[in-house]
């Protein structure tokens, strides 16, 4: 393998629980897809779980759960709680994986097939 740009130290065993951390939240389809949703805008909760196909309550404690976490954060517009991803290195991590997923089966993403990536 080639060196890393920080001279290939491992990294520390906080950054990896905190790593290991954010991808287990990551790991229910429901949280990928409202990341994915929020990175295309802020959305209040009650679009957010018509998108996503869930159920206010649910979709409700996975936002509790990503804003715990620091990867998304809300603000009050007037009585409407709105969300925000709060970590874009967290979009870029989401939207790499599903682009790498539907290119190796030639589905597309954001209405783009693979052949539009170069593939």
């Not at 603000?75 to 790499?96: N, S």
Request: proline share 5%.
């Amino acid at each position: 393998m080639a060196p890393e740009a920080d001279g290939g130290q491992d990294p520390s065993a906080e950054l990896l629980t905190q790593a290991a951390t954010a991808f287990g939240l990551l790991a229910s389809p429901s949280r990928v897809h409202i990341v994915w949703a929020l990175s295309q805008g802020e959305c209040d909760v009650t679009h957010l779980a018509e998108r996503v196909g869930g159920t206010l309550p649910a979709v409700s404690q996975h936002l509790a759960k990503l804003k715990l976490a620091g990867l998304v954060r809300s603000r009050r517009e007037g009585r409407r709680q709105v969300y925000l991803v709060d970590d874009p290195a967290v979009v870029t991590v989401v939207h790499e994986m599903v682009r790498q997923l539907a290119l190796g089966r030639g589905a597309p993403v954001n209405g783009l097939r693979s052949h539009e990536f170069g593939a």
